[in-house]
């Protein structure tokens, strides 16, 4: 690459070694470089903020003084049990009622069915606050149920507490992320050879076998993949926790909103929040090893 001088003395352009036209500046690594920006304004720097208000104290100086008094206390303790506890218990409660509904509507012929999963998708958009009122109006203090059996006894019998409870939450949680588990695996009975089935149903095998034995091991890549999404949604759900009115059910993410917005305490909400991330990718590492094997095991087999 040579510099040429024009007759007046001027710097003509830059040319490539073979003469060619004038080289432009690369634009590739610009292209490149602009998600990188943006992930890195969007992502990272958000997460960056929040680990340094973590582990710094008002003067900006390291400090780990916080976390020792927050691991040492039982109530923060109890937090991550019972932040842990809800998510698995509601993420086996929808793998278990998911698969059920999806294999009836797979197998069981009845009117109205694309109906019901035209009324799926439509239902996975609603927000989750939306399907917790609904619930509250059916089993709250003053709810559908309370209000039937208050007329029925005379207004002797105490309300039925249930979605101020933690089996309320699960209750409303399994309710709202249920489907999430029974589209992935209706997708998966659509496209399985049905034949086996049938043979199967000609050699007298029952229900209960031919979903154990033939169904299940087909749906498993779809069952699980369902599974971990709502893993992940309800270890960081805040909406139906606290329009659930379960005042006694403190999670991760209604610890951090309660921290920030109502006391302040962005220190101690930033290291709930670190927790909570930790805690979720943390379990699901572990809910993908686990389903590795079990899907190297059924390919085994």
Not at 147 to 157: E, P, Q, R, W, Y
Not at 190 to 204: H, I, K, N
């Amino acid at each position: 690459m040579t510099l040429t001088t024009e007759p007046h003395g001027k710097v003509g352009p830059t040319t490539g070694p073979t003469g060619g036209g004038p080289r432009r500046v690369p634009t590739a690594w610009l292209v490149g470089a602009l998600p990188v920006a943006v992930m890195a304004i969007l992502v990272v720097y958000p997460v960056v903020l929040l680990i340094s208000n973590a582990v710094e104290d008002g003067s900006g100086r390291f400090s780990g003084a916080e976390w020792r008094v927050l691991f040492g206390n039982p109530v923060f303790l109890d937090t991550i049990a019972t932040t842990v506890r809800v998510a698995a218990i509601a993420t086996v409660g929808c793998i278990v009622v998911g698969t059920f509904l999806a294999i009836v509507i797979a197998y069981v012929p009845f009117r109205g069915a694309r109906v019901v999963i035209a009324a799926l998708n439509v239902y996975l958009s609603f927000p989750s606050f939306l399907i917790t009122l609904a619930l509250v109006f059916i089993w709250g203090n003053v709810g559908i149920v309370n209000g039937a059996l208050s007329t029925a006894s005379g207004g002797t019998a105490p309300p039925i507490h249930l979605l101020d409870t933690q089996w309320g939450v699960i209750l409303a949680e399994v309710t709202y992320f249920t489907p999430f588990v029974v589209r992935p695996v209706l997708s998966a009975l659509e496209v399985m050879d049905r034949s086996q089935v049938e043979v199967a149903e000609s050699l007298g095998a029952g229900p209960a076998r031919i979903v154990r034995t033939l169904i299940l091991p087909e749906i498993a890549p779809a069952l699980l993949a369902g599974g971990a999404l709502v893993l992940m949604r309800t270890m960081n759900e805040f909406g139906i926790v606290l329009f659930a009115g379960a005042k006694d059910v403190t999670t991760l993410p209604t610890l951090v909103y309660s921290q920030a917005i109502s006391r302040g305490n962005y220190q101690v909400a930033a290291i709930a929040a670190l927790v909570n991330i930790v805690l979720s990718l943390g379990l699901y590492l572990l809910y993908r090893q686990i389903t590795a094997r079990a899907l190297g095991g059924n390919r085994a087999r």
